[in-house]
């Protein structure tokens, strides 16, 4: 367990550190969401309607943002190989790296998601569905995030395949994360299926990272 | 240290890079308190022998067994890359391979002082010299205690007072019952006997 959290606080440790990687994503996703009235017009109802959907792509394309860098710095000064003989599984490894990536590039946009919510208009009751959606639907963003980079990790130049790899995969988060804000009170289909896709993406996803990072270095 | 038991058996290996056989049929076994050398030319596969022991390359043919019969061999590797992150200060550095490697080794502050970094503890890793990141690698080796180590040119980029460094090490960690498999071209300070492995053409 030891092990675990050394992984874990090493990696926020080191975002933090490094003269605010954590910060840039929040700007790129506020900015994102700030762009768009000016490409859709200043018309406030078609804006506040478009919101929850403006919030999810803003999201999603910050968090794709954040990928390379997943795995990328361990494999080029060598932690990664050396982790191989962690007393922890390479598998728990992933899971740390999993759980710190999605403190550092989905935490903060939930953190942020106000700032857009009043640039966009939003009514405070569709604000809290969004953000509760994310708080759902982001640890599949993330584990489908780990994934790509764990399978892009030894391609010298595969920073941009791994948002194109996983982009096709996160269509049905982005469907159950809409229609989870656009449902009708008391109905919970949308939540409960983006809460399954969820649960079952972040407990494959270190099995099937490990598994690239494994047959990547051979 | 009576009856010797081989920590590592090595039968009949084979194994290539891209299209080429680096070596084949390759033999041989490591005892508690023994240091084997790997020489051979530049491309001869030393480096990627060491990475096929540490489990990192898949093998084309041949069996590598570790004492116990165990398929996680307690071992350090020491690449040529060191593991060392530029942003975090030497002790943050320690202090995370020993969380993450198990804590059964020497303190982080302890074994800056047996590498010749004492004092150091508070700097960046990124502001030192390449002798003294290779010293700070070294140092990961002895936070944690792993009976094998595999060392791929331990006295890279290190001056004479880091080759005695290396040579005390290994000496050190032979009597305690360690086997240490070293890839170098230049001599280890090392007292006693070593046995050579050397690679490429002298087959």
Redesign the interface.
């Known amino acids: 367990m030891?092990?675990f959290?050394?992984?874990i606080?090493?990696d926020l440790?080191?975002a933090t550190?490094?003269g605010g990687d954590a910060l840039t994503l929040v700007l790129f996703f506020v900015m994102v969401g700030a762009v768009v009235p000016f490409a859709i017009g200043p018309d406030r109802v078609l804006l506040a309607q478009l919101a929850p959907g403006i919030i999810w792509i803003a999201a999603f394309l910050s968090m794709l943002l954040g990928l390379d860098r997943l795995f990328r710095?361990d494999e080029?000064?060598?932690?990664l190989?050396?982790?191989?003989?962690?007393?922890?599984p390479l598998e728990a490894v992933v899971a740390a790296k999993l759980i710190a990536h999605w403190l550092l590039s989905a935490l903060p946009l939930l953190v942020a998601s106000p700032l857009l919510a009043v640039l966009l208009s939003m009514e405070a009751g569709a604000w809290g569905k969004t953000v509760l959606a994310l708080l759902i639907g982001t640890p599949a963003l993330t584990a489908f995030g780990v994934i790509g980079a764990a399978v892009t990790v030894s391609l010298k130049r595969g920073g941009l395949l791994a948002p194109v790899l996983i982009l096709p995969l996160s269509i049905p988060v982005l469907i159950f994360g809409v229609a989870m804000v656009s449902a009708p009170e008391g109905s919970s289909a949308a939540s409960l299926f983006l809460a399954a896709v969820s649960l079952v993406c972040v407990a494959f996803c270190p099995f099937a990272a490990a598994l690239a990072l494994r047959v990547g270095?051979? | 240290m009576n009856a010797p038991e081989a920590l590592l058996t090595v039968t009949d290996l084979a194994l290539s890079r891209g299209e080429r056989q680096l070596f084949s049929g390759l033999g041989f076994a490591v005892s508690a308190g023994e240091l084997l050398l790997i020489r051979g030319p530049n491309g001869a596969g030393k480096s990627s022998l060491l990475l096929t022991l540490a489990g990192i390359l898949r093998l084309d043919r041949g069996t590598i067994g570790w004492a116990g019969g165990d398929e996680r061999a307690p071992l350090h590797l020491l690449g040529h890359l060191s593991g060392i992150k530029p942003r975090l200060t030497l002790s943050e550095n320690l202090v995370f391979w020993r969380a993450v490697n198990g804590p059964t080794g020497l303190a982080p502050e302890a074994a800056l002082d047996a590498t010749g970094l004492g004092g150091l503890g508070v700097i960046e890793a990124g502001h030192l010299s390449a002798g003294q990141t290779r010293r700070l690698a070294l140092a990961r080796l002895l936070v944690t205690e792993r009976t094998i180590w595999l060392l791929d040119e331990p006295t890279a980029s290190l001056d004479t007072a880091g080759d005695a460094l290396v040579g005390r090490m290994i000496e050190n960690h032979l009597q305690s019952g360690g086997a240490v498999v070293a890839a170098t071209h230049s001599d280890l300070a090392v007292a006693g006997a070593a046995r050579t492995l050397t690679l490429g053409g002298a087959r």
């Open positions: 030891n092990a959290l050394a992984i606080g090493r440790r080191l550190r490094a710095a080029d000064d060598g932690s190989l050396l982790l191989r003989h962690a007393a922890i270095s051979e």
